[in-house]
């Protein structure tokens, strides 16, 4: 065998050497990939069926917590005075909400939203703050009844005329979410007005 002959042998060797090592890294690449897909699969898998189980939990705590209804009104201190043309005044009084014990669910949490507003026949100046928020933790069912405590004070009122009217509007939103979920189970509003008269 020639010089060059032994050379070429060498470089179809030392080529299907290379070959075959290309061949068995990217076989072991390929089961090392197709390993790790059949695990991701096996993950996907079962984060399916967790997903679909906690699914048919849900639907069967919302068909448990229907919307229940319950009674709300507010009990003002006053609702229409007469008061000078410039004064610093107060607007009280309380929400009631009752059914509480028809809420099968517990602990609720009673959230209680106040949105205060007004209209005027004047041209004076009105200027108040009030309470927007309250909430009652109602652990156990015999609890029938809440009484919750509202308020604007300062209401400041100025520059109106005799027999100008300020005309507010109280929005009370109860509602009473089931704690451990974060779910509502009963949803009421109530609108309670105010009349200032301007004596």
């Known amino acids: 065998m020639s010089e060059e002959e032994r050379e070429q042998a060498r ?3 030392l080529i299907t050497l290379g070959l075959i090592a290309f061949l068995a890294v990217s076989t072991g690449i390929n089961v090392y990939a197709i390993s ?3 695990i991701l699969q096996y993950n996907l898998d079962m984060t399916y069926r967790f997903a679909q189980n906690l699914e048919k939990k849900i639907q069967t705590i ?3 917590a229907k919307l229940v209804n319950i009674t709300v009104v507010f009990i003002p201190y006053e609702s229409a005075k007469r008061i000078p043309p410039n004064v610093v005044t107060f607007l009280s009084g309380y929400a009631v909400i009752t059914g509480l014990s028809e809420i ?3 602990p609720i949490v009673v959230n209680v939203f106040f949105t205060l507003q007004y209209n005027t026949t004047g041209r004076g100046t009105v200027k108040f703050q009030h309470t927007p928020f ?3 933790k109602i652990p ?3 609890l029938d009844r809440a009484e919750v405590p509202w308020g604007a004070f300062p209401v400041t009122v100025s520059g109106f005329d005799y027999g100008d009217q300020i005309i507010w509007t109280l929005t009370v939103h109860v509602q009473c979410v ?9 949803d009421q509003v109530y609108v309670q ?3 200032f008269t301007v004596r």
């Open 11 to 13: 470089k179809r060797v």
């Open 36 to 38: 790790r897909i059949a």
């Open 62 to 64: 919302k068909e448990y």
């Open 104 to 106: 099968p669910q517990r």
């Open 134 to 136: 309250q909430s009652v």
């Open 140 to 142: 156990v069912q015999a």
């Open 178 to 186: 089931w704690e451990p979920v974060n779910m509502v189970v009963a």
């Open 193 to 195: 007005t105010f009349t």
